[in-house]
Structure formats: structure tokens, C-alpha cells
């Protein structure tokens, strides 16, 4: 197998949110003339890929992604956490952008054996976990807008550390924008890459500032949370209930988001609510907050800053709870009842 074994491994102990080459890639092509449209795809090395300078994804920006780990036990197995989950929202974000979806059997079978074929990439259990970056985009050369047949799926991976390893010593600092991530009615239930590469100006302003990241409120009443650049906030009331906004068209449906929603309705039973959440109610009746995400796992909000004011949440038990429960899931130290976990 060309390829195995050519990248280096990294140091362990430095890992951090950021690029590894590793050896393996995957790709199908799709074509939307033929049936089935998606070929079976092969592994191949990491490369550069060529597309045409005139693909949609170029100009228009055609294109979705997913993200998802891979984590090594201390048995020493290597688990996937939901690549169905990945699969079926990979196919909801492209067809929102028209793109025919890619098979979920075919995503979670092509997930696991990138996996096998790069398993020297995934860091011990200690260090963290490999992160499979799949992405679908549109590859034929078309001028003008409008929608497109032929495409690709290709995966991708690297052994990955904390998002903001380095960073805060006890959770993030967010800044609160009066301001929408995403238009309503727009792309913002689906993971398209446009979503992002609009927040990252946004967010750039206020980590300039000392900011981790920005905390955007609804676009229609500037009132209610919504997202980070790529998280999803959830909010330990006074009253002892924890709330997470509710999914709507500015929201993207996380799987951690969804993780940590049953893992503290049916396991740890506590009172949940997806509910609009004002910042207001926030300030006034929050004490403790974190952000949700494939990337960022749960992480604590320690400050919020909204105009001119300054909430800080000085607790963070219970997502410490949370993220043990979800973590030993993951790493196969606790009984799975979800039916998550895939052994690869
Ligand atoms: C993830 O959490 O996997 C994401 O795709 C968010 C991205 C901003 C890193």
C-alpha cells in the first residue's frame, strides 16, 4: 500500500487542534447521470487534489462538511463516536445545497477503514483522538449559478489535541453580538462551508481583543443565543434547569449538542429544556455555561460580554459531569446505551 507509513508521527504531548498529514485519504466520485450516483472510492494518499477552476465550489462555494473522532481505548480498540449521526447530517447539509446525499452506509464503512489504514495516527487515550474531516463538494466546470451533477466526497484525517489548548486556563471568553451567524431561512441548519468562512473575520475582531470566540444572538430579535463560530451553547439556570436553544434554520443540529441532551435527560435526569434563551435571562439567572461541538467536546464559558456588561459564571460541575459521562462513552470506559460507539 503506497503510502503507509511515508508521514511522520507527531509528538503526543503536544498535540493540538491542527493539521497531521497523515497516509491515507478517501474519495468517491459522484454523478448524478449514473446510478448509483456515488462510486465505491478507493484510499489514497493524502495529496493535493486538482479541480477545475471553474467548479461551483470555487466560485459559489458548493461544498459541506462534517467532523468527527476516532479515540483509542486504554484496551486498546479504536471506537468512532456516531458516524451514522455524521452521515445522516452530511446528507440533510447537501441537499440543502443540492447535492445529491452520499450513501450513510457507505460514509460510516469509508470512516472506519480511513481509520484502520492510518490506526499509527490515532494518538493513546491520554492525548486525544483522530479527527476525520469529511467533506462533499461540486467538481464540474459550470459558469454560471445553478445546480451541478457531478461531485465528490473525500475524507481526510489528523491526530488531534484540545481546540484551545493553550488557550483560557478555566473555560472561554466569550463575546456576545448583537448579530446573526447566519441569515434566517438561510444555510445555517446545514454544515456549509460558507457558514464558516463568514465567521471567521467576525471572530477574528474580538480575539484580537482577548476574546476566545464570539457568542452570535438570533437575527431576528438580536435577543435570543444561537451559536458560536462552532459550538452550542447550553446554560445552567438558577432554578437548576438547563437550557440549549432550540434547532431552527440558524442553528446547526450538533452531535455533541444532542449527545449531552440525553446523556442529562436519561442518564444523569436532569431538567432540560430547548427553549429560546435571552441573553438577558442569561445574565440574570445563569450560573453556569458551556459550548458543545465535535471540536470543542464541552467546554466551560467562564465570562460573557455583552455591551456593557460583564456576566461571569463561576462554576463548572456540572459540565464536568456531563463530559466524564460522554467521555467514558467514547472511549469505551462506560456501557454505551445509545448505540454510539462503532469498534473499527
Ligand atoms: C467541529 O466541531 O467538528 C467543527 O466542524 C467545527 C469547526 C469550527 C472546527
Excluded at 110 to 133: K, M
Excluded at 166 to 187: C, H, M, N, W, Y
Aim: negative net charge; contains cysteine.
Amino acid at each position: 500500500m503506497t503510502g503507509q507509513n511515508n508521514k511522520p508521527i507527531p509528538d503526543w504531548e503536544t498535540l493540538t487542534f491542527s493539521l497531521t498529514e497523515t497516509d491515507f485519504m478517501y474519495r468517491s466520485l459522484g454523478n448524478t447521470g449514473r446510478d448509483p450516483v456515488w462510486d465505491e472510492g478507493a484510499y489514497i494518499p493524502f495529496e493535493d487534489i486538482m479541480i477545475s477552476p471553474a467548479a461551483a465550489l470555487m466560485s459559489y462555494g458548493v461544498g459541506v462538511f462534517e467532523g468527527l473522532k476516532a479515540q483509542r481505548t486504554t484496551g486498546g480498540k479504536i471506537l468512532l463516536f456516531r458516524p451514522d449521526a455524521n452521515g445522516r447530517r452530511m446528507q440533510n447539509s447537501a441537499e440543502r445545497l443540492m447535492m445529491p446525499p452520499f450513501p450513510t452506509e457507505q460514509f460510516v464503512e469509508s470512516c472506519a477503514e480511513l481509520v484502520r489504514r492510518n490506526e499509527h495516527f490515532v494518538p493513546p487515550p491520554e492525548y486525544g483522538s483522530l479527527y476525520l474531516r469529511p467533506m462533499q463538494h461540486a467538481i464540474e466546470p459550470q459558469l454560471g449559478l445553478g445546480p451541478c451533477s457531478q461531485f465528490a466526497t473525500h475524507i481526510f484525517c489528523s491526530p488531534v489535541g484540545s481546540y484551545f489548548r493553550g488557550g483560557s486556563p478555566r473555560g472561554v471568553r466569550l463575546k456576545v453580538l448583537e448579530q446573526g451567524r447566519v441569515a434566517p431561512g438561510g444555510t445555517g441548519s446545514a454544515k456549509s462551508m460558507g457558514n464558516y468562512a463568514g465567521a471567521i473575520w467576525v471572530a477574528q475582531q474580538w480575539k484580537d481583543q482577548g476574546f476566545d470566540d464570539v457568542l452570535y444572538l438570533d437575527a431576528h430579535h438580536l435577543k435570543y443565543l444561537t451559536e458560536t463560530s462552532g459550538s452550542n451553547p447550553f446554560v445552567l439556570l438558577r432554578s437548576g434547569v438547563l437550557v440549549t436553544p432550540p434547532l431552527d434554520s440558524q442553528i446547526l443540529p450538533g452531535i455533541t449538542r444532542d449527545s449531552t441532551l440525553r446523556i442529562a435527560r436519561e442518564l444523569l435526569n436532569l431538567d432540560v429544556e430547548e427553549r429560546a434563551l435571552s441573553i438577558q435571562e442569561v445574565i440574570e439567572d445563569g450560573v453556569e455555561m458551556f459550548c458543545t461541538g465535535t471540536a470543542w467536546t464541552l467546554l466551560s464559558v467562564r465570562e460573557l460580554v455583552y455591551n456593557d456588561q460583564v456576566k461571569q459564571l463561576e462554576t463548572e460541575d456540572l459540565r464536568g459531569k456531563l463530559l466524564k459521562v460522554l467521555r467514558d462513552i467514547q472511549t469505551g470506559d462506560r456501557e454505551d446505551p445509545f448505540d454510539w460507539i462503532r469498534e473499527v
